[in-house]
């Protein structure tokens, strides 16, 4: 079992930056690729990033490619997503995921096994 916990969302205005942290329990969170995803209003879940385990290999959705920056410290069981330029169209609830074994894509939520509660981002223009 792994339990995530997202913070560091809030209100902030179009250009503005924020820094999202996800902290996981458990003695083997090195061993998880870990995703972001974000659910607007009216909008279904869609994918933001991921860090596969070693943290070598990352990927953006189009929309934040330039902007976002996804990040993992395993010895702090820790991942991080870097905010900038953010934009109205950013507001969403972010959700941070971990998966042990992906069996699909890494942009699928189907694909996680682990869910954490959602972090509220508000970006006004």
């Known amino acids: 079992q792994m339990q995530l916990v997202e913070s560091g969302g809030g209100l902030v205005q179009a250009g503005g930056s924020l820094r999202l942290s996800c902290a996981a329990s458990g003695r083997t969170f090195s061993m998880y690729t870990m995703g972001w995803f974000r659910q607007g209003p009216g909008k279904e879940r869609e994918f933001v990033s991921t860090?596969?385990?070693?943290?070598?290999?990352?990927v953006y959705a189009d929309s934040v490619k330039g902007r976002f920056t996804i990040s993992r410290d395993n010895a702090k069981n820790t991942v991080y997503l870097q905010m900038n330029s953010l934009k109205p169209e950013d507001t969403a609830v972010y959700y941070c995921?971990?998966?042990?074994?992906?069996?699909?894509?890494?942009?699928?939520?189907?694909?996680?096994?682990?869910w954490g509660q959602g972090t509220q981002v508000t970006v006004s223009s």
């Open positions: 995921a971990a998966a042990r074994t992906l069996l699909g894509a890494a942009t699928s939520p189907v694909n996680y096994n682990y």
């Open positions: 860090i596969k385990w070693g943290g070598g290999t990352t």
